[in-house]
């Protein structure tokens, strides 16, 4: 099937320091991508559509401006958590949907992110 | 909107009994598709299957087996003989075509030898 990675799997980074995380489909083109946040012993929620070429759509209660996203081609997106605070530890997935087959979206293996 | 329910959190059986999963959805959408996701403490999602709405039709995959009803908008999942390596968190999703994932909070599910 086809493979979405993210970079990096882990990172512990210190309160007010900005963290990127990457989201590569490495065989098929997305236009479009999806931000998961799952916090520990919880589901995953959607925090943002990332659309290439165009400004990410954010889900009611996600701060634009602290979780910037920027869909530069049509096998990256990046996800920039800024000046993260503990509370933004969480385990962010991202998942990408591949045109060609029926929407079919694959899951990247998440970033779990730890911030002191 | 979309809803995704999973009754159980938490579920313990013994190795070798059979388990159920609930999930029941809610969706005004007529055409959508239904998922099963298992996900291990490593914490990355392992797909497990992908029903479109309009296939009733019950399926078998080794010991998994799910069961969609749409009349009850219900897609259960069950897992006969279970084993120790079965143990994990169980997520039911809905979508429709090229949208976002809807998740179910999850069902816990530990196998004990």
């Known amino acids: 099937g086809a493979v979405v990675s993210q970079h990096p799997s882990w990172v512990i980074c210190k309160s007010g320091t900005s963290v990127k995380i990457e989201c590569r489909s490495l065989d098929f083109q997305a236009t479009t991508m999806f931000w998961y946040r799952q916090f520990p012993k919880k589901s995953l929620m959607l925090m943002a559509t990332s659309n290439e070429g165009s400004k990410a759509t954010y889900e009611q209660g996600v701060e634009k401006d602290k979780f910037l996203i920027n869909h530069a081609s049509l096998t990256l997106s990046t996800l920039t958590v800024t000046s993260a605070h503990p509370e933004d530890s969480s385990f962010y997935i991202c998942?990408?949907?591949?045109?060609?087959?029926?929407?079919?979206?694959?899951f990247g293996p998440g970033t779990r992110l730890t911030v002191t | 909107a979309q809803k995704v329910t999973q009754a159980q959190t938490e579920i313990s059986v013994v190795e070798k009994e059979d388990v159920t999963l609930d999930c029941v959805y809610e969706t005004r959408d007529t055409t959508y598709y239904l998922f099963w996701y298992k996900q291990p403490p490593s914490g990355e999602l392992v797909f497990l299957i992908r029903r479109n709405s309009f296939d009733e039709q019950n399926e078998i995959s080794g010991r998994y087996s799910w069961n969609f009803q749409k009349s009850t908008s219900s897609f259960n999942f069950t897992i006969t003989a279970s084993q120790v390596v079965d143990s994990a968190v169980y997520f039911c999703a809905l979508n429709n075509y090229g949208q976002n994932f809807v998740f179910g909070p999850g069902t816990r599910l530990s196998v004990l030898p």
């Open positions: 998942s990408a949907r591949d045109p060609g087959l029926l929407g079919e979206q694959y």
